[in-house]
């Protein structure tokens, strides 16, 4: 009798664990303002970051949109909280192995890989090609995304990556 117990009992567990829902994806996004550059600034542009992360945690594909910028040179994801500036670990665009940004506005798609996580953070534990890492830092909302141009190389607007 105790073992045909223990044979339902292994039996519904391995059934359970057959229809358990997969992990569901997990959106992440930023809106991007000169508002929240580091110093504030007065921009007319704009634009969108969302991040979707795969079920295995493997890949994040991007979507980064953005209008009213002149000869936007790159984009970035970087590791700092708000109103704190910190390295660049992964490029979006202009750089990186990645396309050219659109220089008046566009969209650029993508998607990150361990391999795309730079060594800019090193320093702050952060190690090149630890996408698992960088993942929990953008979970936290300690990093950002931003767009440099060439009137603003040091950024000209930004957004902090935040849970969606």
Same mark, same amino acid.
């Given at each position: 009798?105790?073992?045909?117990?223990?044979?339902?009992?292994?039996?519904?567990?391995?059934?359970?664990?057959?229809?358990?829902?997969?992990?569901?994806?997990?959106?992440?996004?930023?809106?991007?303002?000169?508002?929240?550059?580091?110093?504030?600034?007065?921009?007319?542009?704009?634009?969108?970051?969302?991040?979707?992360?795969?079920?295995?945690?493997?890949?994040?594909?991007?979507?980064?949109?953005?209008?009213?910028?002149?000869?936007?040179?790159?984009?970035?994801?970087?590791?700092?909280?708000?109103?704190?500036?910190?390295?660049?670990?992964?490029?979006?665009?202009?750089?990186?192995?990645?396309?050219?940004?659109?220089?008046?506005?566009?969209?650029?798609?993508?998607?990150?890989?361990?391999? @795309?996580?730079?060594?800019?953070a090193a320093a702050q534990g952060f190690p090149a090609g @630890?996408?698992?890492?960088?993942?929990?830092?953008?979970?936290?909302?300690?990093?950002?995304?931003?767009?440099?141009?060439?009137?603003?190389?040091a950024g000209e607007i930004r957004g902090q990556i935040l849970p969606q």
């Open positions: 009798m105790a073992r045909l117990r223990i044979v339902y009992m292994v039996a519904a567990l391995v059934l359970a664990a057959a229809v358990a829902p997969a992990a569901a994806q997990q959106t992440l996004g930023a809106t991007f303002s000169g508002y929240t550059e580091n110093p504030t600034l007065n921009s007319s542009g704009s634009g969108t970051l969302t991040l979707t992360v795969s079920d295995d945690e493997q890949s994040i594909a991007y979507v980064l949109t953005y209008q009213g910028l002149t000869a936007t040179g790159a984009s970035h994801i970087h590791v700092g909280s708000p109103w704190q500036n910190g390295p660049v670990v992964i490029f979006l665009c202009g750089g990186g192995g990645r396309p050219s940004c659109p220089s008046e506005g566009g969209t650029v798609e993508g998607t990150i890989v361990a391999s @795309d996580v730079t060594a800019g @630890d996408l698992a890492t960088m993942l929990a830092a953008i979970r936290a909302g300690a990093t950002y995304a931003n767009l440099h141009t060439a009137a603003r190389g």
